[in-house]
């Protein structure tokens, strides 16, 4: 496996559910991204972990959880969602604190829809 | 507030060029990207802009005016791969990435 790999690629839940979007990076970064990713709307930063240490976005409702447990691996935890979560979710690593330009690297995203 | 502007949807013809255009305000400016997704598929990383000018890369070209508050992005001998959304971001004087809605290119024969 190369680069930020996500799963699942798509996932249907109803507004009771609890599930979880994995995402996996092979790339040696040392931070970890999720976005939302709305139709025609600009990408939504959700949470960042830089060196394994959390910056949240404080306007994250908290049925989204977020959890690294290492630099490779990303969690994100979702529970009693409402309609409107129905985004395609998209992960991402880099490398910061290296020279020039901090390019992310994402994932194909999962395909959220709450019932 | 910031704000990054960029055309919902364009059209253009293969063989062409086509000149897509991003204007920001930001809270300060720490560097430009243009990212590439072809619907279903992750963003890739085109190019990045810090200075003022051109930077080329085969037949994409991004263009920065700091003091404008603008950059274009430039595809030339379109191909039918080239219809995909193509997303402008800012990074801000906090090393904030602020995201525009992205453009929809499409491609006709």
């Known amino acids: 496996e190369t680069g930020v790999t996500q799963t699942p690629r798509h996932l249907v839940m109803g507004m009771t559910n609890k599930k979880s979007l994995k995402c996996e990076q092979h790339?040696?970064?040392?931070?970890m991204y999720w976005y939302k990713q709305s139709a025609k709307k600009p990408l939504e930063l959700m949470f960042v972990?830089?060196?394994?240490?959390?910056?949240e976005n404080n306007s994250v409702p908290s049925r989204f959880s977020p959890e690294c447990p290492n630099s490779s691996h990303l969690f994100l935890h979702l529970h009693t969602l409402q309609p409107e979560d129905s985004a395609l979710y998209l992960c991402?690593?880099?490398?910061?604190?290296?020279?020039?330009?901090?390019?992310?690297?994402f994932g194909a995203g999962s395909r959220l829809t709450v019932l | 507030g910031q704000n990054i502007d960029q055309p919902t949807e364009m059209t253009a013809t293969e063989g062409a060029i086509v000149q897509i255009n991003c204007t920001y305000q930001?809270?300060?400016?720490?560097?430009l990207f243009w990212y590439q997704q072809h619907a279903g598929e992750a963003p890739t990383f085109l190019s990045y802009?810090?200075l003022d000018g051109l930077e080329e890369k085969g037949r994409f070209s991004s263009f920065l005016s700091r003091s404008k508050g603008y950059s274009y992005l430039l595809l030339k001998e379109l191909q039918m791969k080239d219809s995909a959304s193509y997303l402008c971001?800012?990074?801000?004087?906090?090393?904030?990435?602020?995201w525009g809605a992205g453009t929809k290119l499409i491609i006709k024969p």
């Open positions: 991402a690593s880099s490398q910061e604190g290296s020279s020039g330009a901090n390019v992310l690297t």
């Open positions: 790339l040696g970064h040392n931070a």
């Open positions: 972990y830089s060196l394994e240490e959390r910056v």
């Open positions: 930001t809270s300060g400016f720490n560097g």
């Open positions: 802009n810090v």
């Open positions: 971001a800012v990074t801000d004087s906090n090393y904030q990435l602020i």
